[in-house]
């Protein structure tokens, strides 16, 4: 399993703060610079997951291990909120599990809280990336191996326009659905970043993004190519309208946060921080920051009527908001912590203290070896003594 790369976890935080700008009304203050949001964020989620897949692991496992962290979380925000939905507000039971129902489809077009999407899709990329990396690498040829990484690419385009929407029938009845369970339609293009990020672990060392170069370049490619090549990417609702353009964008925004984070890592480590913590805990923030973000920019809305504050208040709120809820309810709570894909910090806690204890009794035992070495030696060596004192009076 490769080690935890701090500037990894810079990118996800700085990541997953563009999602939650990405969701509000900040389009509205500049559209520009909301596109440029969109043409890369969501590629770099899946290529920062992709850059830690443990193919060591047997499938099984493996697919227990991303059920556990990516699709319970999922199924039990679902259940939270029609939960919620039944017991607090006027939604009746019957539409309630007709919603959830259609939230176990997968796709963003059938969830209320549609930023879930990302969740299912991410699991069943990951199985699909676990399968294509044990497969491939038996060529052991990376020519090959990029090749049909792109081949795969080309190929994603063809699914936007089959399965977004598409027709079945069904005992007669004819049924329009968007996009297929779990998005499945869009496997081979996220599957494609999420490879990626396999493929330049593999290459690139972490000295690659100390370039400064590297994060001017980047960043001066994106939004060049935004201002010349406008071309719109929603991946969620299948718009993806330059493979060529889009894809370039996707790589380029991922260089600059790459580039941005390891730069941040090595100069400003408070801010640093602050970041590797929001991306420790990007899964509560995405699950909680659309409804949160909302509340908090409505309300505000209605009390100013001034849509750019509405919108910084909002989108505080929708990143403070789900802290507060990781913070109280989830971190120290371990049947929280469990539902939601993680270890509680107590239980991480308690284990650290038995490995320093162990630690601990493991030097002390081999202080006392050393010292019981040392005095065998000693005694052999005053016996050595002896004896030759014995075989020269001889």
């Given at each position: 399993m490769p080690k935890r790369i701090e500037y990894l976890d810079i990118a996800r935080g700085i990541g997953i703060l563009l999602v939650v700008l990405g969701h509000n009304d900040f389009g509205f203050v500049s559209s520009f610079f909301h596109q440029v949001i969109y043409s890369f964020h969501i590629p770099l989620f899946f290529f920062l997951s992709g850059y830690f897949i443990n193919t060591a692991l047997p499938f099984f496992d493996y697919f227990k291990k991303r059920f556990h962290s990516v699709l319970k979380p999922y199924l039990f925000t679902i259940f939270l909120i029609y939960f919620a939905s039944v017991s607090f507000e006027k939604m009746g039971f019957q539409t309630a599990l007709g919603r959830i129902i259609k939230s176990l489809y997968g796709t963003g077009y059938y969830i209320d809280w549609v930023a879930l999407w990302f969740l299912p899709h991410l699991f069943v990329v990951s199985l699909y990336a676990f399968i294509f990396i044990v497969l491939v690498t038996k060529l052991r040829n990376r020519w090959i191996t990029w090749g049909i990484l792109l081949l795969t690419l080309l190929v994603s385009t063809l699914f936007f326009r089959l399965f977004y929407p598409f027709s079945i029938s069904v005992l007669g009845k004819s049924y329009e659905l968007y996009g297929l369970p779990f998005s499945l339609d869009l496997i081979f293009l996220c599957g494609f970043f999420f490879l990626l990020g396999n493929e330049i672990r593999q290459v690139a060392s972490e000295k690659a993004f100390d370039n400064i170069f590297l994060l001017i370049g980047s960043g001066f490619g994106l939004i060049l190519l935004n201002i010349f090549f406008p071309y719109r990417v929603d991946i969620a609702i299948r718009v993806y309208e330059s493979l060529l353009v889009n894809t370039a964008e996707a790589i380029l925004g991922i260089l600059f946060v790459l580039g941005l984070s390891r730069q941040i890592e090595l100069r400003v480590r408070k801010l640093g921080s602050l970041f590797k913590y929001l991306g420790n805990i990007s899964l509560i923030i995405?699950?909680?920051?659309?409804?949160?973000?909302?509340?908090?920019?409505?309300?505000?809305?209605?009390?100013?009527?001034?849509?750019?504050l509405s919108i910084l208040i909002g989108f505080i709120m929708g990143v403070v908001g789900p802290v507060l809820i990781y913070e109280i309810f989830i971190r120290f709570n371990p049947v929280a912590s469990y539902w939601f894909g993680r270890k509680a910090d107590v239980f991480e806690q308690k284990e650290a203290a038995v490995n320093s204890e162990a630690q601990h009794t493991s030097s002390n035992q081999s202080s006392v070896n050393s010292e019981?070495?040392?005095?065998?030696?000693t005694l052999a060596s005053d016996r050595e003594a002896s004896a030759g004192v014995v075989n020269l009076k001889s």
């Open positions: 995405l699950l909680f920051h659309v409804p949160i973000q909302g509340f908090w920019s409505e309300k505000v809305a209605a009390v100013i009527n001034n849509l750019p019981q070495s040392k005095q065998s030696e």
